[in-house]
Nanobody
Framework: QVQLVESGGGLVQAGGSLRLSCAAS????????MGWFRQTPGKEREFVAG????????QYADSVKGRFTISRDNAKNMVYLQMNSLKSEDTAVYFC?????????????WGQGTQVTVSS
């Protein structure tokens, strides 16, 4: 059974940084794409970033390009999201996802989410 556990969320001032982590278990981690989504109340979950199985391909939402970086450590079964220059509009619950490819992340497995709050 796939289990994804996010950590690293919290309260940060605008302009600050946070690093989210996601620990994966239950699959051969290195065979799968990983990603991050976020959701605010009343809105649909939106794609933030994705990384392929090797780490060689990353994709980002336009709203986070140049500020966020996704990475993975296949030896540790971990995926990370480094978030810099945070803005109030980045406030959301962030979810880790796992699937066979980046385009399929939205229909893959999910973690329970971690809250990120950016104060202005």
């Amino acid at each position: 059974q796939v289990q994804l556990v996010e950590s690293g969320g919290g309260l940060v001032q605008a302009g600050g940084s946070l690093r989210l982590s996601c620990a994966a278990s239950g699959r051969t981690f290195s065979n799968y794409a990983m990603g991050w989504f976020r959701q605010t109340p009343g809105k649909e979950r939106e794609f933030v970033a994705g990384i392929d199985w090797s780490g060689g391909t990353q994709q980002y939402a336009d709203s986070v390009k140049g500020r966020f970086t996704i990475s993975r450590d296949n030896a540790k079964n971990m995926v990370y999201l480094q978030m810099n220059s945070l803005k109030s509009e980045d406030t959301a619950v962030y979810f880790c996802s796992l699937s066979t490819s980046i385009p399929d992340l939205a229909v893959g497995y999910w973690g329970q989410g971690t809250q990120v709050t950016v104060s202005s």
